[in-house]
Structure formats: C-alpha cells, structure tokens
C-alpha cells in the first residue's frame, strides 16, 4: 500500500499571507496526486488534479506542484474561507486502489 | 448540476449490516465510476472502494474486502455500499463521490454526496 505523509499536522497562518502545504508518497505515484479541502459539516471538494491542475471553479490562489513522492500545495493571500483541513491522495494505480494522507489542518 | 443525494441517517447495533444509497443527477451515471469513502469521528478521510457504474465491476481497499459489497441499479442512477458485521469503529460518515470510469479519465473524486452519518452502536 503506498503510504501518503502529510506535514505539518496543523499550520498556523495570518489572513493575507501564503500556506504551503507538503505531502510525501512511501513510492513513486508520477503525477496523479490530487488535494482536497474539507470543512466541518460539509463534503470534501477537489481542489488540484494531476499533482497541478486545478479542478473547475477553482481559485487561481491555490496552486500545486511535484512529482513522484514530493508534493505541495500553495494557497496564496488567504481568506478567511481557506482555513479548513487540506487532504492528498494518490491514485496511481488502476483499477482504483487510493489512499489519503491524513491531512494538514490550516488554521488562524 | 451534477449532484449526488445520500440516504439518511442510521443507527445500527454491533454485527448489523447498512446499505446507504447515492443517487446520481445532471450526467450520464454510467459514464462515471462511484468511489466511497469515510471519515471517523476526529479522523482522516479513508477510501472504501469504486464501482464501475457501466458493468458492476468493483474494486476495494483490502481493509474492507469480505466486509463491503458496492452495487448498482443503472434504471434509477443509484449507487449502493452495504458494510456488514458492523463495529463500533464502523461509525463514520460515510460519502460517495463521482471517480473516473476508465484510467485516462482525468478529473477524480470531483463531486460528492452529502455523506450519510453511521452510527454503530448498542
């Protein structure tokens, strides 16, 4: 099983400013690496597929990069309505067999 | 839009099963694969399997084999999880979400249901 990695645990960062977030792969998983943001009550949504590209309707402040078993995601100038907890997940095998890292909760 | 509408709530005792549904809406159901997935309380979110909406064929996380059974009824564009032998550690919320159908597809996981809360307990 390829075991996703995500630090920090939680991120403390000021509206306004940037967050970057890392996620680590135990193996190679090429680009298909996706990133979700969750908030408390309601479903995740996919923000970056493909290690980079950002899914539709999706703010060009966040953005993703890396290949193989580093990966990050950068949210630039934050909002108020980023704070939220930020998973990874690959999917580099068909049929589908994923696995998520456990998260990087950003807070204020 | 696309939307996914889950079954409601339930409360199972210990060795019960659950079936919760997800109903497809503003796309062609069998054009997409359905993945599930879980979160425990003040846990991560956890892949359960993906349905191949087209033929049945289903693929699940080796925790889950033996334990869940993913099925479909393409008449009414509904997907179905049954988790059996339930525990305690079973409580979740439990979530669909719309996956690729074929591995050249891009987009993955890109619109979820509203996720169905289970409660296991005595």
């Known amino acids: 099983e390829i075991v996703m990695t995500q630090s920090p645990a939680t991120l403390s960062v000021s509206p306004g400013e940037r967050a970057t977030l890392s996620c680590r792969a135990s193996q190679s998983v090429s680009s298909n690496l996706a990133w979700y943001q969750h908030k408390p009550g309601q479903a995740p949504r996919l923000l970056i597929y493909g290690a980079s590209s950002r899914a539709p309707g999706i703010s060009p402040r966040f953005s993703g990069s890396g290949s193989g078993t580093e990966f990050t995601l950068t949210i630039s100038s934050l909002q108020s309505e980023d704070f939220a907890v930020y998973y990874c997940?690959?999917?580099?095998?068909?049929?589908?067999?994923?696995?998520f890292g456990q998260g990087t909760k950003l807070e204020i | 839009q696309v939307q996914l509408a889950q079954s409601g709530a339930e409360v199972k005792k210990p060795g019960a099963s659950v079936k919760i549904s997800c109903k497809a809406s503003?796309?062609?159901?069998?054009?997409?694969?359905i993945s599930w997935v879980r979160q425990a309380p003040g846990q991560g979110l956890e892949w359960m399997g993906w349905i191949n909406t087209y033929n049945g064929n289903t693929n699940y996380a080796q925790k889950f084999q033996g334990r869940v059974a993913m099925t479909r009824d393409t008449l009414t564009s509904t997907a179905y999880m049954e988790l059996r032998s339930l525990r305690s550690d079973d409580t979740a919320v439990y979530y669909c979400a719309r996956d690729r159908l074929v591995v050249i597809m891009p987009l993955i996981l890109d619109s979820w249901g509203q996720g169905t809360l289970v409660t296991v307990s005595s």
């Open positions: 997940q690959q999917y580099n095998n068909w049929p589908p067999m994923y696995t």
């Open positions: 503003g796309y062609t159901f069998d054009s997409y694969g």
